[in-house]
């Protein structure tokens, strides 16, 4: 069992339709949850940064972090052409990690 | 601003020839890492390094070798291309193991 699991999609929706991505995880010790969204045939960027348990929003968007179900959700509001992507949730332990333990990534399309 | 730059952006390979892959970066990071990223498998990370002079195997390092003789330069070698090791290579570099990375635009690579 992977220690970070994402359904890989692919995703279609229609324009302005609310978007739920979402990862599990297995590691207790995961204390910092990221976003990242990677255009086709680009680098990914990060999106959004949490620190443990709770809710940020930044515009439309909405990341969730629930540590004792150990799932995390990204929302995208308002879906518009330009948010589609793939996707990446990604993890880290303890201060002192030494690296990030990435998701699959989800495929996104969003339909105008 | 640069951020990270990797060299080159697309290579086309025989079998059993050998090649080297440069990443820059401009960020005074101490993290850089190596991933390959195929269609259904994610990001796999090949090697990381924790500071200069250091290097450390990730996931799937068999093929691979990396170099950090400067703190902004992370190199990847490939001794004897595989047509299993075509694929898209990104290079990313952190402040810390637990911090955002940042990404370069990738390095296609056929091996034929």
């Known amino acids: 069992q992977k220690e970070v699991e994402q359904d890989p999609g692919p995703l279609s929706v229609p324009e302005g339709a609310i978007v739920s991505l979402n990862c599990t995880y297995s590691?207790?010790?995961?204390?910092?949850f990221m976003w990242y969204r990677q255009y086709s045939r680009k680098g990914p960027e990060l999106l959004m940064y949490?620190?443990?348990?709770g809710n940020k929003e930044d515009g439309r968007f909405t990341a969730q972090v629930d540590k004792s179900s150990k799932y995390i959700s990204l929302f995208i509001r308002d879906s518009q052409p330009s948010d589609s992507a793939t996707y990446l949730c990604?993890?880290?332990?303890?201060?002192?990690?030494?690296?990030?333990?990435f998701g699959q990534g989800t495929r996104l399309t969003i339909n105008p | 601003n640069a951020g990270v730059t990797q060299t080159p952006k697309f290579r086309v390979l025989k079998t059993g020839q050998s090649m080297t892959l440069l990443c820059a970066q401009d960020?005074?990071?101490?993290?850089m890492y190596w991933y390959r990223q195929d269609p259904g498998m994610g990001l796999r990370l090949i090697h990381y390094?924790?500071?200069?002079?250091?290097?450390a195997k990730g996931e799937v390092p068999d093929g691979y070798n990396v170099s950090r003789l400067k703190k902004q330069n992370f190199l990847l070698g490939l001794e004897s291309a595989a047509p299993s090791q075509t694929s898209v290579y990104f290079c990313?570099?952190?402040?810390?193991?637990?911090?955002?990375?940042?990404f370069g635009q990738g390095t296609r690579l056929t091996v034929v």
């Open positions: 990313a570099s952190s402040y810390t193991g637990d911090a955002e990375a940042f």
């Open positions: 590691n207790s010790a995961f204390q910092y």
């Open positions: 949490t620190y443990s348990s």
């Open positions: 990604a993890m880290s332990g303890v201060q002192g990690a030494q690296k990030l333990v």
């Open positions: 960020m005074n990071h101490e993290y």
């Open positions: 390094s924790v500071g200069e002079g250091t290097t």
